[in-house]
């Protein structure tokens, strides 16, 4: 399969977030991942506790990470929706207690635009969606108003359904092309190019 060519400027290796640049030109960036979930895939349960969360953050940091991205939702396969209010009860305090304590940039790891809009209130830079922007139809416009960082994450059917019977033909190509029409909407809708990330999705 032959891919076009995407066209590399000064912006290649740049993420603009809402207040800040991030680089990557001279190394991969690391995202910590802070689970305020009872029951994700490697730590659901351990976190549930905010001050537990913003302690482990913390350690997240000394560690190395460059992005703390903050989920208050299961996306493991059949895992169980939780509604806005519960999501934001989750994470609105951890969001607001990592950046009182440190100056690494949060991302907010949801599908619903209420609640990323209550994450970027108390202090995230990011919307990190698995649904490419396409889960709730308030978030694009949510993302363009504030200015945030985006990951438009690629997905094949939802965490309920992702495992039923999986099926590409062309794997590669397939999520490829995903991501270029992702891109495509999230530049149409009125995105800037150095705000969006893209992520195949690959766990």
Same mark, same amino acid.
């Given at each position: ?47 549930? @506790?905010? !001050?537990? /969360?913003?302690?482990? %953050?913390?350690? &997240?940091? *000394?560690?190395?990470?460059? #992005?703390? +991205?903050?989920? =208050? ?35 907010? @790891?949801? !599908?619903? /635009?209420?609640?990323? %809009?209550?994450? &970027?209130? *108390?202090?995230?830079?990011? #919307?990190? +969606?698995?649904? =490419? ?35 590409? @033909?062309?794997?590669? /190509?397939?999520?490829? %092309? ?26």
């Amino acid at each position: 399969m032959q891919f076009d060519r995407v066209s590399l400027d000064s912006r290649a290796n740049v993420w603009r977030l809402r207040n800040r640049t991030l680089t990557c030109d001279r190394r991969p960036l690391v995202m910590g991942i802070v689970n305020v979930t009872p029951d994700s895939f490697s730590d659901g349960g351990r976190f549930l @506790d905010p !001050s537990a /969360a913003i302690d482990h %953050a913390l350690q &997240l940091v *000394a560690d190395g990470a460059d #992005i703390l +991205d903050v989920g =208050g939702e299961s996306t493991r396969p059949y895992s169980t929706p939780v509604d806005a209010a519960e999501e934001r009860r989750r994470t609105e305090a951890v969001v607001r207690g990592i950046r009182e304590r440190t100056s690494v940039p949060v991302s907010i @790891d949801t !599908s619903k /635009a209420s609640v990323a %809009a209550a994450a &970027l209130d *108390a202090g995230a830079e990011i #919307i990190n +969606d698995i649904t =490419g922007l396409t889960g709730d139809p308030t978030m694009l416009d949510l993302a363009r108003r504030t200015q945030a960082g985006v990951c438009a994450m690629h997905m094949q059917g939802t965490p309920q359904t992702m495992q039923d019977d999986p099926r590409y @033909d062309d794997v590669v /190509a397939e999520i490829h %092309a995903y991501l270029a029409e992702r891109r495509e909407a999230l530049l149409q809708a009125g995105l800037e190019r150095d705000r969006i990330c893209l992520d195949p999705g690959i766990g």
